[in-house]
């Protein structure tokens, strides 16, 4: 089926599949299995120059035959062919996990003596590695923040004598926990001024947070957008997978080192992205109504203080304002918002709760509450908790499929116990 004329979500139950594969089967089943049979030696031979460079596909030629799960799988070949769909990307690469998906594109395109550009606040597991990984590979790293412009981040890298050593701008947005937004477009920018010649920097987004469906990084003019597909992809909390889209020379960069990594999903996890993608618009667009419902709820509310909810951004504002109207296409279903006191009223609250579950992870049917400050951000610097506003009265809340009556009571009877 051609993807010409419809748009992903009318795509996602057949693209890329074809019934007759498997005894006309409407679904694509699970091809669990490790190595595939060649009809002859010529043609495993063909397959093998295809898979390791040492010839050109010609025109017409299928993607490499397959050869064996760690190089390519129908399931995961399927599944990565539906992703990039949303992304109208030329390819996707998908992974066992997030967090492979991301040390992926950082261990292809940096090299010891590099400097990589890292948003913060960010996600404490891509936090950690940049900060305690890649600095054993003499990687170095520089900060920016969501107040800094173009030309203070200039400014710091010259401060580092680094104006020729950035080799990867990367950035998460909104950054988790509180919905802070980074330009796409000015590090698009900056990319271009800190490349010449062969230097070539690249930009990459963890859209985890708004993707695919509300955040279009590539169309913004960034090389790569990177997914935990655990969150809205899988959506429904019983897979760990990742993904990386972007442009086919790059992407056979990234597919590339993950056969030599071997962190590819398996044929189970994409057969299980496969049923998720069907419903991922129906699922992100009913959460996305919820939190909007949720939201008005507790900006009303005498126990709640400050709110993190993309809705609630005004002209008021600024460059905020600015940068959401341009980059998003909804305000998402990801809120934080403190609670009026300190730690011990946040966990009052957290453990009231009945319907909504104290739970990390986001972007699945069901909503989960936690608190970032001594769970998913429990490792960020005290200081630098402080500077980005994770208080010890801060909450985060994923929406879910929940009826919005039923959640807004939930939350109303867990606010009345602290
Ligand atoms: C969960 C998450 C990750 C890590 O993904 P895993 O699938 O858990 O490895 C990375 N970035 C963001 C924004 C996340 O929420």
Known sequence: MSKKNYSPESLMMSYGYTPEWSEGAIKCPIYQTSTFVFKTAEEGKSFFEIAYGIREREAGEKIPGLIYSRL?????EILENRIALWDNADDC????SGMSAITTVMLEYLA?????????PSYGGTDHFIKHFLVKMNIHHIEYFPWDSQEDILKRIDAAGARDKVKLIFTETPANPTNDLFDIAMLVDLGKKLSHGEHVVKVAVDNTYMGPLWQRPLEMGADFSIYSATKYIGGHSD???GAVCGRQDDMIRIKTLRTFLGNMAGPWTAWLLMRSLETLKIRMEQQARNAAEVAEFLNNHPKVGKMHYLGNLTPADGHAYEIYKRQYTSPGAMLSFQIVGGEAEAFRFLNGLKLCKLAVSLGSTESLAEHPGTMTHAGVDPELKAKIGITPNLVRLSVGVENAADLIDDLNQ?????
């Open 93 to 96: 690469a998908s992974f066992e």
């Open 414 to 418: 867990a606010l009345a116990l602290v």
């Open 239 to 241: 897979v760990i997978a």
């Open 72 to 76: 390519n799988n129908p399931d995961i």
């Open 112 to 120: 010891p003596g590099d400097f990589i550009l890292a948003s913060s």
